[in-house]
């Protein structure tokens, strides 16, 4: 096995040879004694995708005190909560728009051509492409934007647009990558993509806590960020290192050129999915509507708009909206498994139906700013419950849905997890206009 070991690190980077292993491949990898992960490396890259694929879609609208403050009423040195402007109120609902369309695109090519390219490369291209963004972005923080505000607002968007674009094309060769590995390295991979927003908004609190100026917490803020993305970048090339990779993925120098999986193999792996597919779409939908559409917009009962209460004018709405939502996000992911089989179901795509049916409209009735609706629930309490129950129902019913796929799909598995996050991007395309209308039933 030592030999093995040895042999396996020869791997080129961009080479799709796999130096000791070709020997090998009329044997079910499976079969054999798997390397040791020296270093963890396959462990750590399982779980800094998983970051990886969910920062550029949740770390930057954590930012929100950011946001809030760079399209405030520019003739006021601060902004208002409870009086928001246009850009304030728009900018999450724009942005899921946004994002939603660019993934889309980039799905497409990354199905229809991304089988070119060898799978290093793809993940040395996003994280790098990804590392590049989050430096532009980073530097424009300091830059005074008052007099061009509406020209930021479209840069901002233009900039988490083309990151949503690298994401999608990574989340799709991940699932696939990940597939051939054994349902522990899934499991990691998506315990990290939890932690990637809990990560977001655990940062924006200790910045918070470190300055009180809006330009000085988002520069500490987003450096941090683009720290970790460079450690994926770090991590993308190190993949080489590790037998662990080498032993359970690798491509098959007949397979370049041409596509991995038919249209045929999608339709039939999407065939024998439909159920888990159809959940997703339900839980999806919900999502979408509420979070973080209208949640960044709901306002604490201690809300001042003066300073006078740090809970209520500092605290409350990355505390209560983002980092309750991502810690349920964890604990939902955390206890999630492959429960989801043929047998039950429908009964499960009950539940998931009345979850969304009951949650979804909840948030409507929340002290969410600008409004002429009634505030059904007023209290802080009643809001963080809420979101608790909604974010770790929503973790649950996503990683079950997730890690049930191989007892659906079968022989199909590997082609499905390439697709699927293929789909959620256009589903959450037609559903984005959505988006702005439910925002304005607030002021219905």
Not at 360 to 375: D, E, K, Q, S
Not at 389 to 397: L, P
Not at 415 to 443: E, R
Request: proline share 4%.
């Amino acid at each position: 096995m030592d030999t093995l070991d040895n042999n396996l690190k020869k791997a080129s980077l961009l080479s799709d040879k796999v130096f000791g292993i070709h020997d090998l491949q009329s044997l079910n990898r499976r079969d054999l004694p798997a390397p040791k992960d020296k270093f963890y490396i396959a462990t750590i890259q399982a779980f800094i995708s998983g970051v990886v694929s969910i920062i550029p879609m949740t770390f930057f609208l954590q930012a929100n005190d950011y946001w809030m403050y760079k399209f405030r009423d520019t003739s006021k040195p601060t902004y208002d909560s409870n009086d928001k402007t246009d850009l304030q109120t728009m900018f999450a609902s724009v942005n899921t728009v946004v994002t939603s369309v660019m993934s889309v695109i980039a799905g497409t090519c990354t199905v229809l051509f991304a089988h070119r390219v060898e799978m290093r490369l793809r993940f040395l291209i996003s994280t790098g492409l990804s590392f590049v963004l989050f430096i532009i972005f980073t530097i424009l923080v300091k830059a005074d934007t008052d007099s061009w505000q509406n020209l930021f607002f479209g840069v901002a968007l233009l900039v988490m647009g083309l990151l949503a674009a690298i994401t999608a094309s990574f989340g799709m060769s991940s699932n696939g990558y990940f597939s051939r590995f054994p349902p522990f390295y899934m499991i990691v991979n998506l315990f990290g993509g939890a932690c990637g927003g809990l990560f977001g908004s655990s940062l924006q609190i200790i910045c918070l806590s470190v300055s009180d100026n809006s330009i000085t917490v988002a520069l500490i803020y987003f450096s941090c960020g683009t720290c970790v993305i460079f450690l994926s970048v770090v991590l993308s090339y190190a993949m080489k290192y590790s037998p662990v990779v080498q032993f359970y993925y690798f491509d098959v120098k007949e397979t370049q050129g041409r596509m991995k999986f038919t249209l045929k193999d999608y339709a039939i792996g999407l065939k024998k999915t439909w159920a888990l597919l159809l959940m997703v779409v339900i839980t999806f939908t919900s999502m979408s509507l509420t979070h973080p559409n209208l949640t960044n917009l709901v306002v604490s009962e201690s809300y001042t708009g003066k300073g006078l209460s740090p809970w209520g004018d500092k605290y409350f709405v990355v505390t209560g909206t983002f980092l309750f939502y991502d810690l349920f996000q964890v604990m939902g992911r955390f206890i999630s498994r492959p429960r989801i089989t043929k047998e039950n179901k429908m009964w499960y795509l009950l539940v998931v139906a009345i979850r969304a049916l009951v949650l979804t409209p909840l948030f409507i009735f929340f002290n969410a700013r600008p409004r002429t609706l009634a505030v059904w629930f007023p209290h802080d309490y009643q809001y963080m419950i809420t979101m608790a129950v909604f974010s770790f129902s929503m973790a649950v019913m996503v990683g079950d849905n997730i890690l049930s796929i191989p007892n659906f799909a079968e022989d199909k598995t590997e082609a499905v997890y390439t697709i699927m996050p293929g789909l959620m991007t256009v589903f959450a395309a037609v559903l984005s206009p959505l988006n702005p209308f439910y925002i304005k039933i607030l002021k219905s």
